[in-house]
């Protein structure tokens, strides 16, 4: 008996230990988690400040869209360089909606909350596929709200001198393995692309919820317009207190 008593404890003892040790190894991942994603989306508010500070404002004033003419197309930057600003009005009230585009989809790139260029594919404005990625969870939280997005929302591109606005067309869900989504044409390798899209490409897992990586969210955009900054600026944004 006393042995079964004494056994009996130490279980308990021994079950309470792994209770707490489980609740502190959660909480401590849970506090990196909150810490790094507060980290980078400072990081990524200062990399559109800092773009900010390199271009003229443009006027606080909506701009007639350009839909008849073909887009400025700019080269591709060095990697890691910011060649514009992303836009998401839907996600206005949501999280912060814009953030600094750069060049290429390292971890140096995405970990700092950013949108990143696979730098194979399209320019804005240029005909193809401008393909982006970016992080749903940690590291800023990016695309954290991708599935809110609709048809016809507007995703608007804003660089030194042009505005390029595209409106959602579809979304849905792959395997990691089906990277011919960001082709110049979505899903058909080889293909000569004849209209001006964007992707965005971001993880996903329908087993994990959102904090898996086993499957991939793509949201497509067809292009609409553009327009020069130095004309005025998109309707959807001129109360939008992150665009300058």
């Known amino acids: 008996m006393i042995v079964g008593r004494f056994f009996f404890a130490a279980v308990g003892v021994i079950g309470e230990l792994m209770i707490t040790v489980g609740l502190l190894l ?36 909506a701009a007639e869209l350009n839909t008849d003419d073909p887009p400025p197309v700019d080269d591709a930057p060095g990697d890691g360089e910011t060649l ?83 409106a959602v067309t579809e979304d849905y869900v792959v395997t990691p393995d089906q990277s011919d989504v960001i082709a110049p044409v979505p899903r058909s390798p080889g293909v000569d692309p004849t209209e001006r899209l964007l992707t965005l490409t971001t993880c996903h897992s329908p087993s994990m919820g959102e904090w898996g990586n086993s499957h991939r969210w793509i949201t497509h955009a067809k292009f609409v317009g553009w327009m020069d900054r130095e004309d005025g600026m998109p309707e959807q944004v001129l109360n939008d207190p992150g665009v300058m």
């Open 26 to 61: 959660g909480g401590y991942v849970l506090w990196n988690v909150w810490w790094d994603s507060n980290q980078s989306a400072a990081i990524a508010e200062q990399g559109v400040a800092d773009f900010y500070e390199t271009v003229e404002a443009a006027p606080k004033t």
């Open 84 to 166: 514009g600003v992303l836009i998401v009005p839907a996600w206005y009230d949501l999280t912060n909606n814009t953030m600094p585009i750069r060049e290429g989809t390292s971890d140096a790139v995405l970990d700092q909350a950013a949108a990143g260029r696979y730098s194979d594919t399209a320019m804005p404005g240029e005909v193809g596929n401008f393909a982006l990625a970016g992080h749903r969870r940690t590291h800023g939280n990016s695309f954290r709200f991708v599935d809110r997005l609709e048809p016809g929302d507007q995703i608007i591109v804003e660089t030194a001198t042009t505005w390029y606005v595209y």
